[in-house]
């Protein structure tokens, strides 16, 4: 198609994007939210590759539906992730997570090189990561309506995270591990 008309129907699609993910931010589950932005965007990408190279609307379609699971994803994941990290580790938490996401923002281009040895490579396997993380996020603590940890501790007694009720977390590796309270250490 026209490189002008889809660079322009892709930032045009930002716009819904980011309005629907403020909205499922607002209303439901976080860790339901981005699962469910992932599972969207990793579908289409499995998906497109189905399609036949002459029905190049239905291709743009699914593309643009794509961008906008990927989209809503990427901005819910920056709300999400500031709320599962304790006040005191918080910020190098999201700039670790931050880093890391753009580690993979690195990588992604050489994906597309995968498409030498086959066309759909590089579409099944950033398919297949995007349900993978989505699949995955399932299993992270719900934050939504709950209140922001301030300690390690507290992060640990949340639902989903081991933690033995009543034992101070220093004496819990016998020993080995002693965890400040004023530190992330």
């Not at 008309?5 to 045009?12: D, G, K, V």
């Not at 589950?29 to 990408?45: E, K």
């Amino acid at each position: 198609g026209d490189p002008y008309l889809n660079c322009f129907l892709s930032a045009i699609i930002e716009v819904p994007a980011y309005i629907i993910a403020w909205v499922l931010l607002r209303s439901f589950s976080r860790r339901y939210s981005t699962s469910s932005t992932l599972f969207l965007g990793g579908a289409v990408l499995l998906l497109i590759q189905l399609v036949p190279q002459e029905l190049n609307i239905l291709s743009i379609v699914l593309v643009m539906l794509g961008k906008f699971g990927i989209t809503s994803a990427f901005s819910m994941v920056y709300v999400y992730t500031a709320e599962l990290y304790p006040t005191v580790v918080r910020n190098m938490g999201v700039g670790a997570s931050s880093m890391a996401s753009r580690l993979g923002s690195i990588l992604s281009p050489y994906f597309v090189y995968l498409g030498a040895y086959d066309r759909h490579l590089p579409f099944v396997l950033m398919g297949s990561l995007t349900v993978l993380v989505g699949i995955f996020s399932l299993f992270l603590p719900e934050t939504n309506g709950m209140p922001l940890p301030d300690t390690i501790e507290e992060m640990l007694r949340v639902k989903g995270f081991k933690y033995k009720r009543g034992i101070p977390i220093s004496k819990q590796h016998n020993g080995n591990m002693k965890v400040l309270s004023n530190t992330a250490l």
